[in-house]
C-alpha cells in the first residue's frame, strides 16, 4: 500500500520555525514530483513547494520564498519542508504529495494524486 506519512507539525510563535517530514512507503517516486500544499480553514488546497520530477529543481510559492525550503534524503524516502520565520498566515493543515505521472513537474493541486494525512501547524502572533 502506498502511503505518505506527515509529521512535524505544532504550535508556534510568530518568527518561529518548524520542520514538517514526509515519509514514502509502499513503493519509490523516483521520476515523480513530489511537494507540499496547504490548506487554511475555510479555504483551498493551495501550493506551498515541490521538487520538479527528476529532483533537480525547487519551486516555491511567492508566500512563502525566501523563508520555507524543500530537501529531501532518498535513502531514507522522504521530503522535509523546512519552515523559517513563520507568520500566522501560514496556519494550516499541511500536505505532502506526489504527482500521479512520472516526468511531470507541476504545482497543480489536480496533478498530485498520492497524499498523505496532513499536519496542523498553527502560528499564534
Known amino acids: 500500500q502506498v502511503q505518505l506519512v506527515e509529521s512535524g507539525g505544532g504550535l508556534v510563535q510568530a518568527g518561529g520555525s518548524l520542520r514538517l517530514s514526509c515519509v514514502a512507503s509502499?513503493?519509490?517516486?523516483?521520476?515523480?514530483?513530489m511537494g507540499w500544499f496547504r490548506q487554511a480553514p475555510g479555504k483551498e488546497r493551495v501550493f506551498v513547494s515541490a521538487?520538479?520530477?527528476?529532483?533537480?529543481?525547487?519551486f516555491y510559492a511567492d508566500s512563502v520564498k525566501g523563508r520555507f525550503s524543500i530537501s529531501r534524503d532518498d535513502a531514507k524516502n522522504t521530503v522535509y519542508l523546512q519552515m523559517n520565520n513563520l507568520k500566522p498566515e501560514d496556519t494550516a493543515v499541511y500536505y505532502c504529495a506526489a504527482a500521479s505521472m512520472r516526468w511531470k513537474t507541476t504545482d497543480r493541486v489536480t496533478d498530485f494524486g498520492t497524499w498523505g494525512q496532513g499536519t496542523q501547524v498553527t502560528v499564534s502572533s
Open positions: 521538487f520538479s520530477w527528476s529532483g533537480g529543481r525547487t
Open positions: 509502499g513503493r519509490t517516486f523516483t521520476n515523480y514530483a
